[in-house]
């Protein structure tokens, strides 16, 4: 495990997004997996203007979504989808054709999780996998449990969890209460994780995360054997750490 410090969110986003950047640039066709939330808003925003200054070139990447909620349209402010196309996907040369999230939509979720396992797969695996750290422990929207789940499947989000997202929705009723995740398998099968995780709020659950025991409890805790996984964080949540 490498653990990056950074003072200040901006410093995180650019040291994580040097690594993304890295990461193309060594391999312009690779897969990406990226995520929503705050967290990675300032990492998208770097890798953006790095683009507009010529510096990278998505042409050939990949990407697949960790997660999107259940029953929202594409069009949809809230889903996922508009997310990453508002803060990069239309900010950079992507193909259409190559980017990839689970559609919320599709009410057969048996087929969606499936679907998406082997799209994966058809890709040859995630090079890079791009995580935030929800608020407790859980990665995608892997909610705490009492088993890891190893692939794509639907999940009943968590209250902790409707209470931090509904900073995004008019209120708490608003949140949907299900959404499509990659499982626990596939985000460990990735070769590479990046995790980037910001703010005093989340300094507790980051040490129970890389300090105490590997448990479904905080699904994150797995992390800690993952050959390939790099951490980039702030001062305050950093702040439990013994580092
Ligand atoms: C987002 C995702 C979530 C978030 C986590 C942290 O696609 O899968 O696990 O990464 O909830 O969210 P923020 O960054 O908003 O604190």
């Known amino acids: 495990m490498k653990i990056y410090r950074a003072h200040s969110y901006q410093e995180m986003s650019r040291k994580a997004a040097n690594i993304i950047s890295a990461q193309i640039i060594m391999n312009p066709k690779c897969v990406l997996g990226l995520a929503t939330g705050s967290s990675p808003i300032g990492i998208y925003e770097q890798l953006v203007d790095w683009y507009n200054k010529d510096d990278l070139d998505f042409a050939r990447v990949?990407?697949?979504?960790?997660?999107?909620?259940?029953?929202?349209?594409?069009?949809?402010?809230?889903?996922?989808?508009?997310?990453?196309?508002?803060?990069?996907?239309?900010?950079?040369?992507?193909?259409?054709k190559n980017i990839h999230i689970p559609d919320g939509m599709n009410?057969?979720?048996?087929d969606e999780c499936k679907k998406y396992e082997e799209l994966i797969d058809s890709l040859g695996g995630i090079d890079l996998q791009l995580l935030g750290l929800g608020p407790n422990g859980h990665?995608?929207?892997?909610?705490?449990?009492?088993?890891?789940?190893?692939?794509t499947?639907?999940?009943?989000?968590?209250?902790?969890?409707i209470e931090a997202n509904k900073r995004f929705f008019e209120d708490a009723s608003m949140v949907p209460r299900q959404a499509y995740t990659m499982g626990i398998g596939t985000i460990m099968r990735a070769k590479k994780i990046l995790m980037v995780v910001e703010g005093e709020k989340k300094a507790e659950i980051l040490k129970r995360a890389l300090t105490e025991e590997v448990t479904p409890e905080v699904p994150a805790s797995i992390l800690q054997l993952h050959p390939d996984f790099t951490l980039v964080a702030d001062d305050a949540a950093l702040s439990k750490l013994d580092w």
């Not at 029953?71 to 992507?94: A, E």
């Open 62 to 96: 990949k990407t697949v979504n960790l997660d999107e909620y259940r029953g929202l349209d594409k069009d949809n402010p809230q889903s996922y989808n508009y997310f990453m196309h508002h803060h990069l996907f239309s900010k950079v040369n992507i193909k259409e």
């Open 139 to 151: 990665i995608g929207f892997n909610e705490p449990s009492n088993c890891f789940t190893r692939k």
């Open 153 to 161: 499947h639907v999940v009943d989000l968590a209250e902790a969890t």
């Open 107 to 110: 009410e057969d979720a048996e």
